[in-house]
């Protein structure tokens, strides 16, 4: 038995057309019953198979997130800091995400909030809760939104794009195992960036330790000199 859901889901979005995949993307935002990356892998592996334009399936998933992100935003911002704390909270135990992250992540939003804006929608599952950390935060909603799509567009293009071109790379027939070997590739990829994160990161502390403690060590030194001249 050939068992492929990711095809059986795209099947049943091409047969209700462009706008069951708007509405998909759309309550993903809400609801992430499936990955978004996974989702968007599938929407570029069905444009390669002719199910729709790779144009227009990358336009309608763009307009469904943003216009998801931005219903979010004004539903929190309606709640009341204190109702939408508590809501938060309760939404990020049941991805698994503690209160002090959540805590740590609108402190950091707080400090940059339009660059914060554009880079969580490239984090995954954080991106689902930025709306919300804008919100509590009473940030500017114009220059938010115009964030959250900048950063929507390049996450579903990536994706899609991705899904596509891998179609045609790979020689397997059953959608799901095209699928699940693109994330497996991107995982890499992921662990790879997050390396190399973390190799200049520690460099940096190192360097920054090593100038302070040189600081240090110097200061001394213009104390002397300055007791010997007087």
Avoid: K
């Avoid at 809501?87 to 698994?96: A, C, E, K, T």
Wanted: charged fraction near 10%; hydrophobic fraction near 55%.
């Amino acid at each position: 038995m050939n068992f492929d859901p990711v095809s059986t889901v795209t099947a049943w979005l091409s047969a209700y057309g462009l706008i069951a995949l708007f509405a998909i993307t759309f309550v993903e935002r809400f609801v992430p019953v499936i990955p978004s990356y996974g989702l968007l892998l599938a929407v570029g592996i069905a444009a390669a198979e002719g199910t729709w334009s790779l144009s227009i399936a990358f336009l309608v998933t763009v307009t469904g997130n943003t216009l998801g992100a931005t219903v979010f935003f004004y539903i929190f911002r309606g709640l009341g800091e204190s109702r939408s704390m508590r809501f938060l909270n309760r939404l990020g135990r049941l991805f698994g995400m503690p209160a002090s992250r959540i805590t740590h992540w609108i402190t950091s939003f707080r400090r940059n909030q339009t660059v914060l804006a554009f880079a969580l929608q490239l984090v995954p599952t954080i991106r689902l809760f930025a709306p919300a950390f804008a919100a509590l935060l009473r940030s500017h909603s114009g220059s938010f939104l115009m964030a959250s799509a900048a950063g929507i567009v390049i996450w579903n293009g990536l994706f899609i794009s991705i899904g596509y071109f891998a179609s045609y790379w790979s020689t397997a027939e059953n959608t799901t195992v095209l699928t699940l070997v693109a994330l497996g590739f991107l995982l890499c990829l992921e662990i790879v960036l997050f390396w190399l994160m973390r190799r200049v990161s520690s460099r940096r502390n190192v360097i920054r330790s090593t100038e302070c403690a040189h600081a240090t060590d110097f200061l001394p030194s213009i104390t002397r000199v300055q007791e010997h001249r007087l």
